[in-house]
């Protein structure tokens, strides 16, 4: 994550601004069990969207994902995630979040919160909590950038994704619980629209 323009915590951000999530110098990444001796991990090359600020603290989150960008670096494994068995991309592009419940975690001084939200991925939505925290430094003159680390987690067959296969000898090939893991930048939106 590019951490050259760092900004101001929470705080100093005036009421109303809006930050866009830029996907140059953000990660949205996830892992999962395999064989249930290992992890897979992957990523989402194509997502957009904003936060909004409301005094000194944010107050709104969506995001969206492009469903058919997932990218676990073997394409075979790609194409399997995108077909029917699981994301199902041709008839859910898209994976969407928008934040319902957003509560600060006393921790010491630094940025940190809880964000409840909607998910909806598969055609299917469910509430999940991020644990989020700012990781952009404060004491910075010009208010440019913000960044956020965040990670959650949830069990792919609440979503309706159940497809597995069994192993010889007992096991099974994927497992349920999805670990997300978000390092995000987010640059202050132009004027026109805050």
């Not at 440019?144 to 609440?158: G, M, P």
Request: glycine share 8%; hydrophobic share 40%.
């Amino acid at each position: 994550m590019n951490t050259e323009t760092l900004a101001h915590p929470a705080s100093t951000i005036d009421a109303g601004t809006i930050w866009e999530i830029d996907p140059t110098h953000s990660t949205v990444g996830f892992s999962i069990r395999h064989l249930m001796i290992a992890s897979v991990h992957g990523h989402f090359d194509g997502f957009r969207g904003e936060i909004r600020f409301n005094g000194d603290r944010p107050a709104q989150v969506d995001a969206q994902i492009d469903a058919a960008t997932i990218d676990t670096g073997i394409s075979k494994r790609d194409d399997h995630l995108r077909s029917a068995d699981f994301f199902d991309v041709v008839r859910y592009p898209t994976i969407a979040f928008h934040s319902t419940s957003i509560q600060q975690i006393n921790s010491g001084g630094r940025n940190r919160w809880l964000v409840d939200g909607d998910l909806t991925m598969h055609g299917v939505t469910r509430t999940v909590e991020l644990t989020v925290e700012q990781t952009s430094p404060a004491n910075q003159a010009d208010i440019s950038i913000i960044a956020f680390h965040a990670t959650a987690s949830l069990n792919r067959k609440d979503f309706g994704m159940a497809f597995n296969l069994p192993v010889e000898g007992g096991g099974i090939v994927v497992g349920d619980e999805v670990k997300i893991t978000l390092d995000i930048q987010a640059q202050r939106a132009p004027v026109e629209r805050r």
